[in-house]
C-alpha cells in the first residue's frame, strides 16, 4: 500500500514561485517512475512531470522551462519547483506514480496564481 502526501501549496502572484512536496511511503518508491499531476477546475487531470527511478525528467509543454521536478530515493521525496507562475498553473497538485498512476491519491496540495 503506497500513501502519498502532498504539500507547499498556496496563494502566489504571477510571476512567484511556490515549491511542492510530496512524503511517499512503500518499499517500490525507488523503483517507479514518479510524477506531479494538476487538476484546475473543470478540467481532466493531467501529468505535468515526471521522473524516472535514474533520474531522467519529462515536462509537459505547457510547463517546460518554468517547472522542475526532483526526487531522493532514499528519503521517499519528490519536490516540484515552480517558477515564472501563470494565472493559468491554479489547480489541485498530486503526485503519483507515473505515467499509470497508483489506485491510490493523496489529497493534493492546492495551488491558486493571482494575475
Known amino acids: 500500500q503506497v500513501q502519498l502526501v502532498e504539500s507547499g501549496g498556496g496563494l502566489v502572484l504571477a510571476g512567484g514561485s511556490l515549491r511542492l512536496s510530496c512524503a511517499a511511503s512503500?518499499?517500490?518508491?525507488?523503483?517507479?517512475?514518479m510524477g506531479w499531476y494538476r487538476q484546475a477546475p473543470g478540467k481532466q487531470r493531467e501529468v505535468v512531470a515526471f521522473?524516472?527511478?535514474?533520474?531522467?525528467?519529462t515536462y509537459a509543454d505547457s510547463v517546460r522551462g518554468r517547472f522542475t521536478i526532483s526526487r531522493d530515493n532514499a528519503k521517499k521525496m519528490v519536490w516540484l519547483q515552480m517558477n515564472s507562475l501563470e494565472p493559468g498553473d491554479t489547480a489541485v497538485y498530486y503526485c503519483?506514480?507515473?505515467?499509470?498512476?497508483?489506485?491510490?491519491w493523496g489529497r493534493g496540495t492546492q495551488v491558486t496564481v493571482s494575475s
Open positions: 512503500g518499499s517500490i518508491f525507488q523503483l517507479v517512475t
Open positions: 503519483n506514480k507515473a505515467p499509470q498512476a497508483f489506485a491510490s
Open positions: 521522473i524516472s527511478a535514474g533520474g531522467s525528467t
